[in-house]
């Protein structure tokens, strides 16, 4: 039996919904704690509604439930918090202190807490983005994660947290539908290409960014966690990559399955945003240090997204 008690904050999002699936699969679904702000949500484990801004709330989950392992996942994404800078900033960093502080405490052995590739600026270099390099992020979420980081490190390095992140690119997943992220295109445009055959994309036909299908990105979360803490070098954030694409490349391999799909282009605030972040990542140093490696690549991410999807569509027309 798993003396890991674990509990994901945020888990209605895009990646906690996935993660949260895989976890119980690994420790048990009674080992596994689902939480978020919603009053209610359908999952195999115990559900409890949390708000990672209530500190006292989220102390009395943890030593009630004798939780060992926190992934915080709670955030305000991308193009959501600039429209909302304070509360964006104030979630995405108080509810970091509210995990941190007690793991500093002893309450908790290890915490996941993921960055973005947001925390890169127009000042980075763009193509294959070193894990050390010029960081000067442009919106509230980039400053929170980049702030975020340098938080991290400071509690394992002060406070001997066992702390370790990395930083995603663009996700992409069947499961759940967008959440506000400036490469939500790349989930939506599956969507649109089931329902309606056409597609108007926020980003301009070839704005290159990072991505990653959500599978691999739940691996590499899960895989980060269980490593020895000798491994983890970096107690920031790594890198990690799968591939870069832009909205003309992914719409041809959707042709390839779809002949008739059409897109167009209507630029908003994203494409700023985007045009501030990497077109692709060095991720070597995850690659060395815990044995990251990435199974899908774009033909093969296309394919599945696609799979899935027609099945859910076929299920929820019947």
Not at 90 to 113: C, H, I, P, Q
Not at 176 to 191: K, R
Request: charged share 25%.
């Amino acid at each position: 039996m798993s003396d890991t008690r674990i509990l994901v904050i945020g888990a209605c999002g895009q990646v906690g919904t996935e993660l949260v699936e895989n976890l119980a699969l690994r420790f048990g679904n009674q080992n596994v704690i689902a939480s978020d702000i919603r009053d209610e949500a359908s999952f195999d484990v115990e559900y409890i509604k949390l708000d990672v801004l209530d500190r006292e709330k989220v102390r009395d989950v943890v030593v009630s439930n004798q939780i060992t392992e926190v992934y915080h996942l709670a955030a305000l994404l991308s193009a959501t918090a600039e429209k909302h800078p304070e509360f964006g900033w104030k979630l995405n960093m108080d509810g970091l202190f509210s995990v941190l502080d007690l793991a500093k405490e002893g309450l908790l052995k290890k915490v996941f807490w993921p960055s973005s590739i947001a925390v890169f600026g127009p000042t980075t270099p763009r193509e294959n983005t070193p894990q050390r390099t010029v960081i000067e992020p442009t919106t509230v979420y980039g400053i929170s994660k980049f702030a975020g980081e340098r938080w991290c490190e400071y509690y394992h390095n002060r406070y001997g947290v066992d702390v370790r992140s990395i930083r995603y690119p663009g996700l992409i997943g069947y499961k759940s539908l967008p959440g506000g992220g400036t490469t939500d295109y790349a989930v939506d445009i599956f969507h649109q290409a089931l329902k309606s055959g056409t597609y108007e994309c926020f980003l301009n036909a070839d704005t290159s960014l990072p991505m990653m299908y959500m599978s691999d990105a739940v691996k590499a979360t899960i895989d980060i966690m269980q490593v020895p803490t000798e491994q983890i070098k970096n107690r920031s954030s790594y890198n990690i990559s799968a591939m870069s694409f832009n909205p003309a490349e992914v719409t041809e391999e959707i042709r390839k399955h779809h002949p008739n799909f059409t897109i167009s282009y209507a630029p908003d605030e994203r494409q700023k945003i985007a045009e501030s972040w990497p077109a692709s990542i060095d991720d070597e140093e995850a690659r060395q240090d815990w044995g990251w490696n990435h199974e899908y690549d774009l033909p093969k991410m296309v394919n599945d997204m696609l799979h899935n999807l027609e099945k859910l569509h076929f299920s929820n027309s019947n």
